[in-house]
């Protein structure tokens, strides 16, 4: 999840959301799978397969018609989608979701900037509900996220027992970091030292190439949202040209950040064929490919069992 402005609720759970979330609008499948900078794909989309590593359609503004964006994002070509978890009381409304959509599975965890949900329990309830449910494929979002906060210690507290939840389940971690890298990387160091780094991926990549290239040092993955569509975002696309084809995945983080053209309204699981393309059209190569290529490393980094569309 990106930090932005204005308020998201879940449940009872209200986030602070980069950027302000409009209602949804109607759309065509070429607009879900258009290209972040040249326009939108003409004709019907290519008969891809596509994961949205991360996604938050828990949240209430998803309520009055998730039934129509679960069709968009079957007719695009999403088989499968990875839900993050920002505090323990999600977890049953997100376990819901997965009754209802076979192709999700998701994550337990406890997000940076909510960290007043962390209680001396709460490792243990994130074990216990990891545990309970083989479609819990992760652990996270959790992360730093130094944008406007300056809670470093406060963070750092709530962030190692889920890493080290991690290695204790042998399950990857989301990890959110936002301003943080040379905090994160300082930690990632330590932690090597003691043999205690999780596999798992930086979601929603907002960093340098330099960066990048520290954190695939230390195993992880880099996953491109639609951030990679925004024309300024010169460090995320070279970071797309550049990063290994085994490791990258790419997401929507929706309801957040929705991709060129759609910049601004409400984000959904459908445009990650958008980020797709965009990532595709930065390493020169297909659509099909970029969508076979994040697709395998997606199954790969969270042992995914992929449905047909």
Not at 78 to 98: D, G, K, Q
Not at 169 to 182: E, G, N, Q, S, T
């Amino acid at each position: 999840m990106a930090l932005l402005s204005g308020d998201i609720t879940s449940g009872n759970i209200t986030m602070v959301s980069p950027f302000p979330l409009p209602p949804a609008a109607p759309m065509s499948m070429a607009t879900a799978t258009g290209d972040g900078a040249e326009g939108l794909i003409d004709g019907p989309p290519p008969a891809i397969a596509l994961v949205d590593s991360h996604c938050h359609i828990v949240f209430r503004n998803f309520d009055a018609d998730l039934d129509e964006v679960a069709a968009r994002w079957r007719e695009a070509g999403v088989s499968a989608l990875v839900h993050a978890c920002v505090e323990p009381a999600e977890i049953p409304a997100i376990r819901a979701l997965a009754d209802r959509f076979p192709e999700l599975s998701y994550a337990v965890g406890v997000h940076p900037l909510d960290t007043q949900h962390w209680q001396e329990h709460t490792a243990r309830d994130l074990r216990i509900a990891a545990q309970a449910d083989s479609r819990v494929v992760a652990i996270g979002e959790l992360g730093l996220d130094l944008y406007r906060e300056t809670n470093l210690e406060r963070q750092l507290a709530v962030l190692e027992p889920q890493l080290d939840l991690a290695v204790e389940l042998d399950l990857p971690v989301i990890i959110h970091c936002r301003d943080a890298a040379a905090a994160m990387l300082e930690l990632f160091v330590s932690r090597a030292r003691q043999g205690g780094i999780p596999r798992g991926v930086m979601h929603c990549w907002g960093g340098t190439p330099a960066e990048m290239e520290a954190f695939l040092a230390h195993g992880l993955y880099i996953s491109f949202s639609g951030t990679v569509t925004f024309p300024k975002a010169e460090a995320t696309h070279q970071c797309a040209r550049q990063v290994p084809p085994h490791r990258y995945l790419v997401e929507t983080d929706c309801p957040f950040l929705a991709p060129v053209p759609r910049r601004g309204k409400r984000n959904e699981p459908a445009f990650v064929a958008t980020v797709a393309a965009r990532v595709a059209e930065l390493r020169g190569e297909t659509l099909e490919q970029v969508a076979s290529t994040s697709t395998e490393n997606a199954a790969r980094l969270f042992n995914l069992s992929l449905h047909s569309v």
